[in-house]
């Protein structure tokens, strides 16, 4: 069974740093594109960042320079550290993987609010 395990997310005021993580269980993880996403109330969910299994990246414009999408196949772990964060950034983040990119986490809460 295939798990997803997102950690990381709180409250972080305007300028702050947040690192997410999720853990990644029941699939051969290095070979798979991963990815977080993230959804504002109200919203659609949105691609915020991508890595591939070779480690090749793509941000959304709007976390471009800020946000950091990183890997450890070793530990089946797909990163996010948040850097600058506005309010705007608020949103639940859910983790992304798979073959056909269908598996996702239950979501982690991140809120930048002063």
């Known amino acids: 069974q295939v798990r997803l395990v997102e950690s990381g997310g709180g409250l972080v005021q305007p300028g702050g740093s947040l690192r997410l993580s999720c853990a990644a269980s029941?699939?051969?993880?290095?070979?798979?594109?991963s990815a977080w996403y993230r959804q504002a109330p109200g919203k659609q969910r949105e691609l915020v960042a991508q890595i591939t299994r070779g480690g090749s990246t793509n941000y959304a414009e709007s976390v471009q320079g800020r946000f950091a999408i990183t890997r450890d196949n070793a530990k089946n772990t797909v990163s996010l550290q948040m850097n600058s964060l506005k309010p705007e950034d608020t949103a639940i983040y859910y983790c992304?993987?798979?073959?056909?990119?269908?598996?996702w986490g239950q979501g982690t809460q991140v809120t930048v609010s002063s």
């Open positions: 029941g699939l051969i993880f290095r070979i798979y594109t």
């Open positions: 992304n993987t798979g073959p056909t990119m269908s598996y």
